[in-house]
């Protein structure tokens, strides 16, 4: 599966009823939610990889990448945003990038 393909699950499990979908009950409880439970999922990703648990790893990274995808639909944000900010990025190192945003 893509991302562009999880965009699309995401887009239509949040036209469901908050009822008979986990993501349209997040979406509804607003953006700053979505956010919480994004972080949440970081964390739990992050605490595997010091575990070194690769296995456990994988599942939380595809909730990371899952609840990301929902944190930009509850602010109007389209992946392809994302995806053309990483490709702006291309053409220069991640030092010079992280330099640039200084001031």
């Known amino acids: 599966m893509t991302l562009e393909e999880l965009e699309a699950v995401v887009a239509a ?4 009823s908050p009822d008979d979908s ?8 607003g953006p700053e939610k979505c956010a919480e439970k994004f972080g949440e999922e970081a964390i739990e990703a992050i605490i595997e990889a ?8 994988a599942s939380e990274g595809a909730d990371v990448l899952f ?7 509850a602010r109007g ?3 392809s945003d994302v995806m ?9 190192s991640g030092l010079a ?3 640039s945003r200084r001031g």
Do not use: I, S, Y
């Not at 499990?13 to 469901?16: I, P």
């Not at 609840?67 to 639909?73: A, D």
């Not at 053309?84 to 220069?92: C, I, S």
């Open 13 to 16: 499990r949040a036209e469901a």
């Open 67 to 73: 609840h990301f995808l929902v944190m930009l639909k």
């Open 77 to 79: 944000v389209p992946l």
């Open 22 to 29: 986990w993501t349209a009950k997040l979406l509804a409880k």
């Open 84 to 92: 053309n900010e990483l490709a702006r990025r291309q053409g220069q």
């Open 50 to 57: 010091v575990k070194g648990d690769t296995d456990k790893l």
């Open 97 to 99: 990038e992280k330099a």
